[in-house]
């Protein structure tokens, strides 16, 4: 095995092993409190199979994730990663589910959404604001250079920073913001929540997330726009997982 490839699943390592593992629903209620009361601007990142396809090749990236403040484990694949590597998976804190439960969090305070685009920003935007009467301070489209987030969370000082535009993009701005906001504030890369929260997107239904299947859920949804992530994606992810693996066995 080359040098190279041994420094990417060093650092993938390191970013797995700093996920935060939560066991039960009593320690996701504790984290959510947390998480409403930080102590200076702070990223929650979610790592899903993608993200360790994308981390393995995306030196910033990989650098953006282990900036992260909290890591959360997100879908099945990566409970078979961690169930490879020995440890115990935890709950599945996808950001589909989480997010929302975040935002209700934040009641009567300053929250900005910042990403996809309009219909489905302004539509999860109204829905927010009637589920969890949050203070919608700022929205904006997840397709302008990242300067416009970060002098617009600059103005308006949002309490909590919902990013939904993708990786690497999300995750990127929230490193900048980070870098840059003085304020207490937890940013979120949400990935696709604003489309679920629009209904843009239709999830998975509920029998289907409890069989670990959402993600061909969604391949059968967005099939043009989604095979390669999901169909070569999760067989090049299982391939790192075994190395991993393996190079954890004969450590």
Not at 179 to 185: D, I, K, V
Not at 216 to 229: D, G, I, N, Q, V
């Amino acid at each position: 095995m080359t040098e190279r490839a041994n420094e990417k699943m060093s650092a993938i390592e390191a970013i797995l092993d700093r996920l935060v593992l939560v066991e039960n629903p009593q320690e996701e209620s504790r984290l959510l409190d947390q998480l409403a009361h930080p102590q200076g601007p702070r990223v929650v990142s979610f790592i899903n199979a993608h993200a360790v396809n994308m981390a393995w090749k995306d030196l910033s990236f990989r650098h953006h994730l282990w900036n992260s403040d909290v890591l959360l484990r997100d879908g099945v694949g990566m409970k078979v990663c961690l169930a490879a590597l020995k440890k115990e998976p935890g709950l599945n804190l996808n950001g589909t589910d989480l997010v929302p439960k975040i935002v209700a969090r934040y009641k009567h305070r300053k929250v900005a959404l910042f990403g996809t685009r309009d219909p489905s920003l302004s539509e999860a935007g109204d829905r927010f604001v009637a589920d969890y009467q949050i203070q919608l301070v700022s929205k904006l489209d997840g397709f302008l250079p990242d300067r416009a987030y970060l002098e617009n969370a600059l103005r308006h000082q949002p309490d909590l920073i919902v990013l939904a535009m993708g990786m690497p993009k999300q995750e990127r701005v929230a490193h900048l913001l980070k870098e840059n906001l003085q304020h207490r504030c937890i940013i979120v890369n949400g990935g696709a929540i604003l489309d679920f929260a629009s209904q843009r997107i239709v999830r998975a239904p509920l029998f289907v997330r409890r069989c670990g299947m959402e993600w061909l859920w969604r391949l059968l949804s967005e099939p043009t726009r989604l095979w390669k992530r999901y169909l070569i994606g999760n067989v090049s992810f299982l391939g790192k997982v075994a190395l991993l693996a393996a190079r954890r066995l004969f450590a």
